[in-house]
């Protein structure tokens, strides 16, 4: 699938090099015309996360580089190899279509070597930066110090509300895979539930039939579902969150133990109810666990919705017109991308995507995010003999002026 991501995303690449489009503007002015155009920004910085360890790449890359632009790519310190295979390929074909190969280059080394190196260098306008809300905050204030431009794609805390006419199959599918796949750790991954108190005891029945058949196992094997986290320290973390939860009063319904495989980084994902006030409700994290929380009325559904930092992607079930309409509203979800009756996780490559809030507010991908790689010109052509000013202005007319 991220590979597919990586070839989509250069399909869409190839057509949008014909579409850099610029606009034609009347002037107020007599024989005038304004005109807009867009020039490369040169250099961009590339810094990804190791949950998808090239699709975010290309993404930047491919955009990036129709738009005239060169890329320095620094992935995760966890996912060095795929890295260093796809700058391969791309070195390939760059020799071969007679392209520099130096317009994909990488750079492998942690925050402190290369990381902030590439954050304090004037000569990079753009950075553009996937990971946690830290790293995104601390990215954010090196590179805007020097006034460069950023592209943040920081924490998700989604959440999918089910309301009373909802498909409950179909949600639950949804939710399934949006809380395990991938063990959990998408940024778009489905984090909180929030349910209408009426159906709420069918999601948790059909929901933990579904957890409690979960094949755990070998990634490389075609029966396993749900495969094991990044590293040990990740599971440590969402062990972290579980006992906070349980501190606060959540009760977990199933799963949430480490399982004792070679490697120790898997575990059994976690099913529990949780109310939305809790503190541990206002934090991402980052892998299978999932928050049930009950609702009584609609207003109530998008209160809670919306009242945490985070705002990457949202999603309602419903089969009433009117909550759908709603919660697409500028007083319904508050986040980069907002679904209906379809989940948070597997977001099309057309698209824009991309989140507010703590999210950060940068846009990849698809739509007009192509802009983002360049820079805009206005531009003010006069094909007349005289010199007219703007807005009217006379300067200096007049017997005894310099121009008369």
Known sequence: GEVQEMIDICDLAVGQSRMLYGLTIQSERPSHRLMEQWHPLGVVAVITAFNFPVAVWSWNAALAAVCGDATVWKPSEKTPLTAIAVTKICERVCRETGADPAIFSLLIGDRKTVGEKLAEDARIPLVSATGSVNMGLHVAKTVHGRLGRTIMELGGNNALIVAPSADIDMTTQSIFFGAVGTAGQRCTSTRR???????????????????????????????TVMGPLIDRNAVDLVQHSIQRLKDEGGEVLFGGERLTVPGDCY?????????????????????????????????EAIAIHNNVPQGLTSSIFTNDVREAEKFLSVVGSDCGIANVNTGTSGAEIGGAFGGEKNTGGGRESGSDCWKSYMRRQTNTINFSSELPLAQGIQFGAGEGSGTA
């Open 193 to 223: 539930v929030i349910v209408h108190e009426s159906v709420a005891s069918k999601v948790r029945r059909k929901l933990l039939a579904a957890y409690k058949s979960l094949a755990i196992g070998n990634p490389l094997d075609r029966k």
């Open 267 to 299: 575990m059994k994902p976690c099913l529990a109810t949780a109310k939305p006030d809790f503190e541990i409700v206002q934090h991402e994290t980052f892998g299978p666990l999932l928050y049930l929380i009950t609702y009584r009325d609609f207003v």
